[in-house]
């Protein structure tokens, strides 16, 4: 079946050190993947995407490419910030699917 | 602007009542979902929606009902019979193409007490 899995979380940095936040995912075809981020107490925002292997999607600083080799799609900043403290979600689409699969979510508290 | 309308925002009711949330949408999209997410969880689909007129039930279905008698919206009734109904509900739509994002509303936020 498709899934997604996560870095378990939750995640705590001081301001302006490096995240790396861990996805990878089965697929049953060939995936869209996207990273979504929920700020408290509202609702989903996509981030960023990629729809094919070695694309790069980015987004506010944020990175993550599509590696079809090692089935991944690893979220990155080079610089968090205070406002980044969020919860972080992974996803995956398969072309004629109905439906996204998401990971579990990864909560990110960044400290100032 | 286009986007997705979730109201209202915060919403009580008594054990035993049923209660609708509401879901709007003005994107033109064909599909929408509705997600349950629980404090420390995830997202777990209850319904969702492909065409006007028909829905198909998710992981969670038992104890929510919901309608789709036009494009724009898609409400959903939590009724007396789920169990622990107290949650964070999500609703979402989506273009259908694979390379689109759904996009999400602001939630409403239920408590049973």
């Known amino acids: 079946g498709n899934s997604v899995t996560q870095m378990e979380g939750p995640v705590t940095l001081s301001e302006e050190a490096f995240l790396t936040i861990n996805c990878t995912y089965t697929?049953?075809?060939?995936?869209?993947l996207f990273w979504y981020v929920q700020y408290p107490g509202e609702g989903l925002q996509l981030l960023l995407k990629?729809?094919?292997?070695?694309d790069k999607g980015s987004n506010k600083g944020f990175e993550a490419t599509y590696r079809k080799e090692t089935t991944s799609f690893h979220l990155e900043k080079g610089s968090v910030q205070v406002s980044d403290s969020a919860v972080y979600f992974c996803?995956?689409?398969?072309?004629?699917?109905?439906?996204?699969?998401f990971g579990q979510g990864t909560r990110l508290t960044i400290n100032p | 602007d286009g986007g997705i309308t979730q109201s209202p925002k915060y919403l009580f009711r008594k054990e035993g009542q049923n209660v609708t949330l509401s879901c709007e949408q003005n994107?033109?999209?064909?599909?929408m979902y509705w997600y349950r997410q629980d404090p420390g969880q995830g997202l777990r689909l209850i319904y969702y929606?492909?065409?006007?007129?028909?829905?198909q039930k998710g992981d969670i279905a038992e104890g929510y009902s919901v309608s789709r008698e036009k494009k724009e919206s898609f409400p959903l009734t939590v009724t007396s019979a789920q169990k622990n109904p107290t949650a964070f509900y999500l609703c979402a739509s989506w273009a259908g193409l694979y390379n689109s994002p759904l996009h999400f509303g602001n939630g409403t936020r239920l408590t049973v007490t």
């Open positions: 929606s492909q065409i006007v007129n028909d829905f």
């Open positions: 996803a995956l689409i398969i072309q004629g699917a109905q439906k996204l699969v």
């Open positions: 697929a049953t075809g060939y995936p869209s």
């Open positions: 994107l033109n999209h064909d599909a």
């Open positions: 990629a729809t094919k292997a070695d």
